[in-house]
């Protein structure tokens, strides 16, 4: 990872961290989901910029090496679209490739809604982009599911708070890994249903942890939980939901997110193409949530092909 390069820039009135590499014309920015940072990407960087692009990754505010907002609990999937705008201006890049991971897709949605002119294409890993609206979740989930539990304002502190946060990530990450739904019971917290001796999947390593574990102590996790989990009911003036952009939607089948309410029936059935009709999928059938991580070497050839047949 010695060739990934690091700088700081003034974006908005924050100092955010961004990781780049390679100097190629068109210019790729990748955007993590949670519990993730720039460093999730680390196998597709590498990748893309040996193919002949330029690769950059921020951490959003309040999350890894970036500055933390003064109010963390006002943050919005707003200030991270406009976020990205600025360290695209920052760059001096008119129009760039968006990779979006877990909820960096509602971020790569909104980027392509709102300031289309600046996309050239969108890759989504893991989940499709699909209309925003209010949450669903508590009709047809229980109280224990994950996101429901780290909605309510002090219970995610709580329960991650008895944990340093290289623990809390690893629990996370081992929980997510697998195909079910987080979910836990009446009387349990989610960060127990991890056992403390559970071992990492075998395509992460205790080296990953480490720096996982060290960007998250720099950041903690305040603006982490209320982007995405507590800012998921924001609005916007959006009256048609079609991004026109060409797209790539690349599935791990074992992905937990599948099993969401409508998830499987929304890209199944085809109704994904009335929202992005210029759109690819591919399907990993053993991939997990974190597929860029488990399978590299086959997302990294399914992410170039398309970069490269939309230059």
């Known amino acids: 990872m010695d060739q990934i390069q690091h700088k700081f820039i003034t974006v908005r009135g924050l100092k955010l961290h961004v990781a780049e590499i390679g100097s190629g014309p068109k210019t790729v920015i990748f955007l993590h989901g949670f519990p993730e940072v720039w460093y999730s990407w680390r196998h597709q960087m590498l990748a893309v910029s040996e193919a002949g692009f330029r690769a950059i990754a921020p951490d959003y505010r309040g999350y890894g090496l970036s500055e933390q907002p003064a109010d963390p609990e006002k943050t919005k999937f707003a200030d991270l679209v406009e976020d990205t705008v600025g360290v695209l201006d920052s760059y001096g890049v008119d129009k760039a ?4 991971k877990d909820f960096g897709v509602r971020v790569a949605y909104l980027l392509a809604k709102l300031h289309p002119e600046r996309v050239e ?4 890993i893991g989940l499709p982009m699909a209309p925003l609206g209010p949450p669903t979740f508590h009709q047809t989930l229980p109280e224990g599911f994950y996101i429901l539990r780290w909605q309510v304002p002090g219970r995610a502190e709580a329960d991650f708070g008895r944990f340093d946060e290289k623990t809390v ?11 079910e739904i987080p979910i836990a019971a009446e009387d349990q917290e989610v960060m127990d249903l991890v056992d403390p001796s559970a071992p990492l999947p075998p395509w992460l390593t205790e080296d990953d942890m480490e720096a996982y574990g060290a960007l998250y102590e720099k950041s903690g996790f305040r603006t982490a939980l209320q982007v995405p989990y507590r800012s998921l009911g924001e609005a916007f003036d959006i009256t048609d939901p079609r991004v026109e952009a060409p797209a790539l939607l690349i599935l791990g089948e074992k992905d937990y997110c599948l099993k969401f309410p409508g998830m499987e029936d929304y890209v199944n059935a085809g109704r994904v193409y009335h929202v992005v009709p210029n759109l690819e999928i591919v399907r990993l059938p053993e991939g997990c949530h974190f597929v860029q991580e488990q ?10 092909s398309f970069l490269a047949g939309h230059v």
């Open 295 to 304: 399978f590299p070497e086959m997302v990294n050839s399914h992410l170039i």
């Open 169 to 179: 990530v690893r629990k996370i990450y081992i929980s997510f890994a697998k195909s």
């Open 97 to 100: 490739f968006v990779v979006g």
């Open 121 to 124: 294409g969108v890759v989504t």
